[in-house]
């Protein structure tokens, strides 16, 4: 089956920007989706699609893709960033099954 | 507004098994397919199954084929996870999540707070 991977924490200063990369084959041929999880909290949709942020999502955060690897990126990270995100996408086997990333713990210094 | 409400966890001894259900409101359930999420104690997030929105078409994780049966009542705004022969690796938080998507991609646009699956003795 297919794998996401991500790298387990990266860290960011205030204000800065910070790029969080998934990467994986069936990246190749869907878009990712990209969750921002706090601790206690069920995951929260933050980018979907080639680049598209649900209501309410700050515009700081944004999705891009090329080859096998999508990134969510957060231009002048802001303390309430701080969390785990994780990637999806579909299983590029052809069976309709879904994969998470690892998750990436972003800590803003 | 669309809510998402899980039950049914609990504490349940290996080999038994649990049935959860998800409470859907807020939308049009039968336009939307729906998936189970869990998330293990401190990891990642694992997706468990899905189903669409006719209820005609479902898949498992290789982790769960064969235990776990998805199923919904589009009469009652209702997803339910029939679990069965319960591992202690089943322990985990378990999420309802509507799917939203296409041909280039799905997402998970809305998810339900989680219910406890704890499996021991």
């Known amino acids: 089956s297919s794998e996401l991977t991500q790298d387990p924490a990266v860290s960011v200063a205030l204000g800065q920007t910070v790029r969080i990369p998934c990467h994986g084959d069936s990246l190749r041929t869907y878009y990712a989706g990209w969750y921002q999880q706090k601790p206690g909290q069920a995951p929260l949709l933050v980018i979907y699609?080639?680049?598209n942020r649900p209501s309410g999502i700050p515009d700081r955060f944004s999705g891009s893709s090329s080859g096998n690897t999508a990134s969510l990126t957060i231009t002048g990270a802001q303390a309430e960033d701080e969390a785990d995100y994780y990637c999806?996408?579909?299983?590029?086997?052809?069976?309709?099954?879904?994969?998470f990333g690892g998750g990436t713990k972003l800590t803003v210094l | 507004e669309v809510q998402l409400v899980e039950s049914g966890g609990g504490l349940v001894q290996p080999g038994g098994s649990l049935r959860l259900s998800c409470a859907a409101s807020?939308?049009?359930?039968?336009?939307?397919?729906m998936n189970w999420v869990r998330q293990t104690p401190g990891k990642g997030l694992e997706w468990v199954s899905y189903?669409?929105?006719?209820?005609?078409?479902?898949y498992y994780a290789d982790s769960v084929k064969g235990r776990f049966t998805i199923s919904r009542d589009n009469a009652k705004n209702s997803l339910s996870l029939q679990m069965n022969s319960l591992r202690v690796e089943d322990t985990a938080v378990y999420y309802c999540?509507?799917?939203?998507?296409?041909?280039?991609?799905?997402?998970?646009?809305?998810w339900g707070q989680g219910t406890l699956v704890t499996v021991s003795s």
């Open positions: 999806t996408s579909r299983d590029s086997s052809g069976n309709h099954l879904k994969v």
């Open positions: 189903i669409s929105g006719s209820g005609s078409t479902i």
């Open positions: 807020g939308f049009i359930f039968d336009s939307y397919e």
């Open positions: 699609g080639k680049d």
């Open positions: 999540a509507r799917e939203d998507g296409g041909e280039v991609g799905f997402w998970f646009d809305y």
